[in-house]
């Protein structure tokens, strides 16, 4: 593994399918089996509950009704539920469409685009000190300076520390007038660095651990509406973060497969080689 984890510090995605190939052993026949002692998750989704985070103006939340839960006739249990929320709440995908007319919905969305080589930008410092603060294009030239330069197809997450404010809304949002998402401050990626991203790396996803690809007090939204001509889906409210490398991991983010979907819940994860 020490020789995975040197290949695994330049972001790329023949070393993301040695890291995966790396859990999977032959066994009996054709067959394999998936052997997790090489590799850490960190799961990177909040749970949807009754306190999830949803945009102001979202006219509902996260719902869960219980359709059955206890014994039955027969003597066995048994519980059931239906489940509603708006697509864009939550540890969840913007799909390209949300954005970009004719773009990709959710379902459409290659499984390449899915799962593959991941990097964080760590904007905390930054972040602590202006809730505004926006990835610039000279904070991704300096990572690129001590990591060599993004690849195309890579997860690019940022990191701003706002995930411990999870799930306080008025802490997390910056506000929390309800129907009302005019006053909201927190951090993300800037427009010029979603250029460079997307334009010029060619990344795969943006994901973020704040409620937006674009930052609280954006009106016009375009680092959405970059990454969406580009059909580059997002991830929003992603958790821990912090507990991710800059590089050498493997990211996996499937959301929900709705056909024509703008969004879904997303259960997204980290793959980390063992030290």
């Known amino acids: 593994m020490p020789r995975l984890h040197c ?24 067959a394999q089996t998936i052997d997790l002692s090489a590799a850490r998750l960190v799961d990177l989704t909040h749970p949807f509950n009754a306190s999830t985070v949803y945009w102001p103006t979202s006219p509902a939340g996260f719902r869960l009704d219980t359709l059955a839960w206890g014994p039955t006739e ?20 913007d799909a390209p469409v949300h954005f970009g007319e004719g773009r990709r919905s959710t379902a459409e969305i ?30 991704v030239l300096r990572f690129e300076a001590r990591h060599g330069l993004i690849s195309p197809g890579t997860i690019v997450l940022l990191r701003t520390g706002w995930g411990v404010r999870w799930p306080d809304r008025k802490a997390y949002l910056g506000d929390d007038t309800p129907g009302d998402a005019s006053a909201l401050r927190f951090p993300s990626f800037g427009e010029e660095a979603a250029r460079l991203l997307v334009e010029e790396r060619g990344v ?11 930052y609280g007090r954006s009106m016009d939204f375009p680092v959405h ?20 490398p800059e590089t050498g991991f493997v990211v996996v983010a499937l959301p929900m497969k709705i056909e024509g979907g703008t969004g879904g819940p997303l259960r997204a994860i980290a793959i980390l080689p063992l030290e």
């Open 225 to 244: 509406r970059i990454a969406a001509a580009a059909n580059v889906p997002g991830l929003e409210n992603l958790a821990r973060l912090d507990e991710l």
């Open 110 to 139: 290659p499984l390449e685009q899915l799962v593959g080589p991941a990097v964080v930008l760590d904007v905390s410092g930054q972040a602590a000190a202006d809730p505004d603060y926006r990835l610039t294009r000279e904070d």
């Open 74 to 93: 027969g003597g066995y249990f048994y519980g059931a539920a239906s489940l509603a929320t708006p697509e864009h709440g939550g540890t969840h995908l």
């Open 204 to 214: 795969a996803l943006l994901g973020a651990d704040v409620a937006s690809i674009d």
């Open 7 to 30: 290949l695994l510090r330049r972001p790329n995605r023949v070393a993301a399918l040695v890291l995966v190939a790396g859990v999977l052993r032959p066994a009996a026949g054709d």
